[in-house]
Structures are given as C-alpha cells and as structure tokens.
C-alpha cells in the first residue's frame, strides 16, 4: 500500500512568487492533515481536512496560504506571495479517522524562500 | 507559547543501555499522546502511544510512561540499538480534536 506522498520533495523560490505544494494521502483516509516544521522548531499544525471540508485551519499563519482538497482525495497548500519566513518543512499526514490519532506523515517539502 | 516540551535537545546513549526520551505538557485537556520517530529526510514514523486512562504502555523494547499529575511522560528504549539514532517527537491531543500539538523534538544518538 503507498504510503503518503508529496511534491515536491524540495522547492526553493524567490520572496514574492507563488508555490503550490501537494499531498496525496493514503488511499481512502479521510482525514488530511498540514503541519509545518521551521528552522529545526516544533512541528506545528496548520490545517485539517476531513475529506473535502475543512475541519480545522486555525493554524495557518495567514491569507497568504490557501490549502485545498479536491474531491476529498489528494490536496493542496499555495503560498502566494511567498516571504522569507514561509521557509520551512512542510509534512502532510493522513488517518483513517473514527478516532484514530496516528497520523501517516509524507517525507515533506522543503521550501526555501530566497 | 509551547504546550508540550522536549527540554533536551539531545542525547547520547551507549548500544545497549537504556535511553530515556522526557517530554511535559501544560495542557491538562490532553488526554492521548504519542512519540514518533524522525530519519533525515523522511516525515516523522509513529512509534507508540498512551491514553491519559493508563500509565504506561508497552510495545517491544519501547515503552511509554504516563504521569498525569506531574504532566510528564517518557519514552524508554532497552536495549538502545544503532537505529534508533534519530529525533523523537513527543505529541499530544484531546478527545474531539484530532490535530496534534509537537514538541520540538530530541536527537537520540546510540553510540556503539
């Protein structure tokens, strides 16, 4: 079974230019989940998807990030316009949901903000 | 403000010795927490987790402590092997919010 998978692994962009990072969970998991770590801090919540809804996005930073999930599968988290302090590893995680809290994580992207 | 806090950055532990991995919280709402482990490169694995119901739990040569009162739990691992060279998050959340809230992590490094 594949795991969660994200592009890209790695994406360094000028302040000011537009990234559109993606997270395809795991094959029939409802919840979707971002977190962002920066600069070797905790790894922090943004926003929480329960299929195509958003549950939960008391963690986004700003107007500046728009998450997404089409049809409740695969998702999206835009920044536009990217700042210097956007820079950081970004983890999506799926669950099955019904209670379940262990989260599946992707391996991240990295995203440095030049 | 950090509701749940890993205070040692690091540590170094001998092959086969026991490692002991802190982790407090300040959040009396938590009621389930779990560890998970990081490699370079990947997101971070589950490793094992405990309901605020029990005060320990045990899987393998990894197992978990609970204090409530004190608001503090550990993770132990014997014997300490060279894989579990990575860092431990320490992650908690509360029945009806499913998102959780990490520590910033400690650097384990078995030293054979």
């Known amino acids: 079974e594949a795991g969660v998978t994200q592009f890209p692994s790695h994406s360094v962009i000028e302040k000011g230019q537009t990234v559109t990072l993606r997270c395809d969970p795991i094959?029939?998991?409802?919840?979707l989940y971002w977190y962002r770590r920066v600069m070797g801090k905790e790894i922090k919540f943004l926003l929480h998807?329960?299929?195509?809804?958003?549950?939960?996005e008391s963690g986004m930073p700003n107007n500046r990030f728009l998450a997404e999930r089409t049809g409740g599968t695969y998702s999206t988290l835009k920044v536009q316009p990217a700042e210097l302090e956007d820079s950081g590893v970004y983890f999506c995680?799926?669950?099955?949901?019904?209670?379940?809290?262990?989260?599946?994580f992707g391996q991240g992207t990295r995203l440095t903000v030049v | 403000d950090q509701q749940v806090k890993q205070n040692s950055p690091s540590l170094s532990v001998q092959e086969g010795r026991i490692s002991i991995l802190n982790c407090d919280y300040t959040?009396?709402?938590?009621?389930?927490f779990l560890w998970y482990k990081k490699y370079p490169a990947e997101g971070p694995t589950f490793l094992i987790s405990?309901?605020?119901?029990?005060d320990k739990n045990e899987d393998g040569r990894f197992t978990v402590f609970l204090n409530k009162s004190a608001k503090h739990l550990s993770l132990h691992i014997v014997p300490s092997q060279p894989g579990d060279s990575a860092v431990y998050f320490c992650?908690?959340?509360?029945?009806?919010?499913?998102?959780?809230?990490f520590g910033t992590g400690t650097r384990l490094t078995i030293i054979p």
């Open positions: 992650a908690a959340s509360h029945f009806g919010n499913e998102k959780l809230t």
């Open positions: 094959s029939g998991h409802d919840n």
């Open positions: 405990i309901s605020s119901i029990k």
């Open positions: 995680a799926s669950s099955p949901g019904g209670g379940s809290t262990e989260a599946f």
């Open positions: 959040n009396s709402m938590f009621d389930y």
């Open positions: 998807f329960v299929k195509e809804s958003k549950q939960d």
